[in-house]
């Protein structure tokens, strides 16, 4: 039934600056049968970011944007998510931080992946921090965007045993590999709500 009136699908614009393995991932699980969502924009502020290669990999629409001013950067930001009917902003490694004013016009609907158990260690070098404070946790966290850093209402979180002899490179690639389970998931249950 589902299928002759056509599936919606909720269309999503990823933020990257860095790899993009979230991106991929998020690609791949967008690309199943059921899925209830389409990545149609991927935005990056970095014209180097590797994640990049998955647009041209799989044919989606990329646009690479120069920081320099934030005002008319964010500016054509929304310009481009308006075109592109966008409804909902992953943030999967964007190192940028948004504005209030671009949160408010998106309230709601601005997600993001962050490397710690928030809402302990908001920012950067969060595996340091908790391997120096010799927490037996560290993990990932799926969370709404507001115009605090890092402090937005939690949709999912996971945590992620550090172990003995962990480093910062150590942990996060672990770190990371339940972020890929843990951002589809997410998205999944706030979808369901919509
Ligand atoms: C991920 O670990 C993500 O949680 C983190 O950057 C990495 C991006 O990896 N995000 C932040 O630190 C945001 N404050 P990826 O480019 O391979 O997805």
Redesign the pocket.
């Known amino acids: 039934m589902l299928k002759s009136i056509g599936f919606y699908k909720v269309k999503i614009a990823i933020f990257?600056s860095?790899?993009?393995?979230?991106?991929k991932n998020l690609i791949n699980h967008s690309l199943k049968k059921n899925s209830r969502f389409k990545i149609t924009l991927i935005i990056s502020n970095n014209p180097k970011a590797k994640?990049l290669n998955f647009a041209r990999k799989f044919k989606i629409k990329k646009k690479i944007i120069n920081y320099s001013n934030v005002k008319y950067t964010e500016k054509r930001i929304l310009i481009e998510l308006k075109k592109n009917k966008i409804k909902l902003i992953c943030?999967?490694?964007?190192?940028k931080i948004l504005s209030k004013n671009f949160i408010r016009i998106f309230k709601g609907k601005i997600i993001?992946?962050?490397?710690s158990l928030l809402p302990k260690y908001k920012?950067?070098n969060?595996h340091q921090r908790a391997i120096d404070n010799k927490e037996k946790y560290s993990g990932?966290t799926v969370h709404y965007v507001n115009s605090k850093l890092?402090s937005g209402r939690i949709i999912l979180q996971k945590k992620v045993k550090i172990l003995k002899n962990d480093t910062s490179k150590s942990l996060?690639k672990r770190?990371?590999k339940h972020?890929h389970v843990l951002y589809p998931k997410a998205l999944k249950k706030i979808l369901s709500n919509l």
């Open positions: 990257i860095g790899n993009g393995s979230n991106l994640g943030l999967a490694g964007f190192m993001n992946i962050h490397p920012g950067l969060t990932c890092d996060s770190v990371l972020e």
